[in-house]
């Protein structure tokens, strides 16, 4: 007795996937390594000893445009780096201070790199600058005796965003002898509208810089009469 038997050949199975191809980077496929984009056919042994054929499609994924503000280190490192670009949440960002936010703070002068690593894991990389800008000068000696020449005891600067917080002078002993929050304060060298004693004096200047950046100036003065 012989007994027919219908075998049918069927189709390898089909199958798609997009893959992202990073810079500098490789896909292995099978026993094919693809090093460029576009779109490939691998056929490939199943798990049940059948063909499958598989269409890949490699494809580089787009450099974020990420811009930023940078602000400079005055007196110490009070510089930052602000990303102005509204970036997806998928986004991890990695800079080479080891921060793990998109902005930073607490910079002095120099250059800083930024990872920015996207949804499809590549890593594309930034560099921004921070510059160091000279901000305030304050004199170590003052003679308020009314000849128009260093008469008063104040700070200079080219800055104009700032704001003054506490304008402070101590004497010898630690009593305060001057408090002033004014936007240009100055020390006219009178205690309670009484000439102050020739000396030397101690400042405390306290000044915003905006975006949480603080800065304080301290040192002795010398009054002179």
Request: aromatic share 14%; proline share 5%; with cysteine.
């Amino acid at each position: 007795y012989v007994q027919a038997l219908r075998l049918e050949v069927l189709p390898p199975d089909r199958i798609q996937e997009d893959l992202a191809l990073c810079a500098e980077d490789s896909i292995l496929i099978g026993e094919n390594t693809y090093y460029q984009p576009g779109v490939y056919l691998d056929t490939l042994s199943g798990t049940d000893g059948c063909w499958i054929i598989r269409e890949t499609t490699i494809f580089l994924p787009e450099a974020p445009e990420i811009t930023a503000q940078t602000f400079p280190a005055i007196e110490g490192p009070n510089g930052s780096i602000s990303l102005e670009s509204i970036l997806a949440e998928n986004y991890n960002f990695r800079w080479s201070t080891g921060a793990l936010t998109s902005d930073i703070s607490q910079l002095g002068p120099g250059n800083y790199q930024l990872t920015v690593t996207d949804e499809t894991g590549c890593d594309f990389i930034y560099e921004f600058s921070v510059e160091e800008q000279n901000g305030f000068y304050v004199p170590n000696a003052f003679s308020p005796n009314g000849d128009g020449v260093n008469d008063d005891f104040r700070f200079y600067t080219d800055l104009s965003a700032f704001t003054v917080q506490n304008f402070q002078v101590y004497d010898r002993w630690g009593g305060q002898v001057f408090l002033s929050m004014a936007e240009f304060p100055r020390w006219d060298g009178r205690v309670r509208d009484k000439l102050a004693k020739a000396g030397v004096y101690t400042y405390f200047i306290q000044i915003n810089l905006g975006l949480e950046r603080e800065l304080l100036l301290k040192g002795d003065v010398l009054l002179v009469r």
